[in-house]
């Protein structure tokens, strides 16, 4: 059975996340229904990552198999594009490898969540940034103290203070890039990993601002890490910030 990827950006606004649930609007369910109706067959899809209502994504990936080649798949792509938007763009539909599966293939998975730190709120963002204003004079948010706090969570680590760890299930990820810079009136978490826990990267967020609002010393972040103890961590920062921008996969896996 011929496997298909599928390039995939959204507004995370409207849904209700993006794994299919009864009743609710999600972003897969949305792509499916699209999909079932072009191919005039139920279709199952595997996306890269499950992110949670609200949060966005630039460079989602989604995978499925089907029962026969499929024909003009550029012409397929503008009609789902047509069903699904405008709050989504498939972006690319592709044949892939044999055994391609959008989620167990993927070697990374990087995020990046923007923190707009101007004293004023900005009507054109308050969707895509968390408006973080400054107690007083300046950007107030010290992004070099927050990217010395990130290092300490490079590395195969026990993420339990940074989400939520379904039962009987491991918090173990190994952290492969974290960085905090600063644009002008914008602060950018960009994060790398071989997967997530649920809310991890918001959580790091979270605890970051307190370093970065000067609450806690750089290494208090090392401690968090180290309790393993959700409660020890900062709040988990508000999802409209969160983009997955890459999902990164083995050479031999991008193209059939």
């Known amino acids: 059975m011929p496997t298909y990827r599928l390039h995939v950006a959204y507004d995370g606004a409207p849904y209700h996340g993006f794994a299919r649930q009864q ?17 005039r067959s139920p279709v199952v899809t595997t996306g890269a990552g499950r992110t949670d209502a609200g949060v966005h994504a630039l460079g989602q990936v989604m995978s499925f198999t089907i029962g026969a080649p499929l024909e003009d798949l550029p012409a397929l792509q503008r009609r789902l594009n047509a069903l699904c938007g405008p709050t989504i763009a498939v972006l690319e539909l592709a044949e892939a490898p044999a055994g391609f599966d959008a989620r167990f293939s993927a070697a990374s998975r990087t995020y990046e969540y923007a923190i707009f730190t101007r004293q004023v709120h900005d009507p054109f963002s308050r969707h895509v940034a968390w408006h973080h204003a400054p107690a007083g004079l300046g950007h107030g948010l010290d992004a ?113």
């Open 23 to 39: 009743e609710l609007t999600t972003v897969q369910g949305t792509i499916e229904d699209a999909l079932a109706k072009v191919l």
């Open 144 to 256: 070099d103290a927050m990217h010395e706090a990130a290092q300490a969570l490079l590395g195969t680590h026990d993420f339990s203070s940074f989400g939520r760890v379904p039962e009987g299930a491991t918090a173990v990820r190994n952290l492969l890039a974290i960085s905090v810079q600063r644009t002008e009136e914008l602060v950018v978490i960009r994060v790398s990993a071989n997967a997530f826990i649920q809310q991890m990267v918001r959580s790091i967020v979270g605890t970051l601002v307190k370093v970065g609002e000067g609450e806690h010393p750089p290494g208090w972040v090392a401690e968090v890490l180290e309790a393993r103890d959700r409660a020890a961590a900062g709040p988990v920062a508000p999802p409209h910030g969160l983009f997955l921008v890459e999902v990164d996969y083995p050479e031999e896996l991008v193209r059939a």
